[in-house]
């Protein structure tokens, strides 16, 4: 059974930048999709980040040109490098991965991290 950790969160200014990691354990096989979500609490999960197994990404329209998808296919780590960070950013990230999909990803993940938060303060 796939287990996936995120690490990196924290606190930052309006501007500055993180980077969230993603480990995954318990599953060799090292392309499949991958993404990152987000939520914040009385709203909906947001889709931000997705990484299918050729290392193509895409965006949502809220972090497009700021946030950037990547994975070490090695040593089988999810990244996110976020960028110009504003307040609005505020909010639980998960890491999440579809072990049985290499292509056409979408963020109906069945395999979710625990979250991490990201508190960007203005």
């Known amino acids: 059974q796939v287990r996936l950790v995120e690490s990196g969160g924290g606190s930052m200014q309006a501007g500055g930048s993180l980077k969230l990691s993603c480990s995954v354990y318990?599953?060799?096989?090292?392309?499949?999709?991958m993404g990152w979500l987000r939520q914040v609490p009385g709203k909906e999960r947001e889709g931000i980040a997705v990484?299918?197994?050729?290392?193509?990404?895409g965006y949502s329209d809220s972090v497009k040109g700021r946030f950037t998808i990547s994975k070490d296919f090695v040593t089988n780590v999810l990244y996110l490098q976020m960028d110009s960070l504003q307040p609005e950013d505020t909010a639980m990230y998960y890491c999440?991965?579809?072990?049985?999909?290499?292509?056409?990803?979408?963020?109906?993940?069945?395999?979710w991290g625990q979250g991490i938060q990201v508190t960007v303060s203005s």
């Open positions: 999440a991965a579809d072990v049985s999909r290499y292509a056409s990803c979408s963020f109906d993940f069945p395999s």
């Open positions: 990484i299918d197994g050729d290392g193509n990404s």
């Open positions: 318990g599953y060799d096989y090292r392309k499949f999709c």
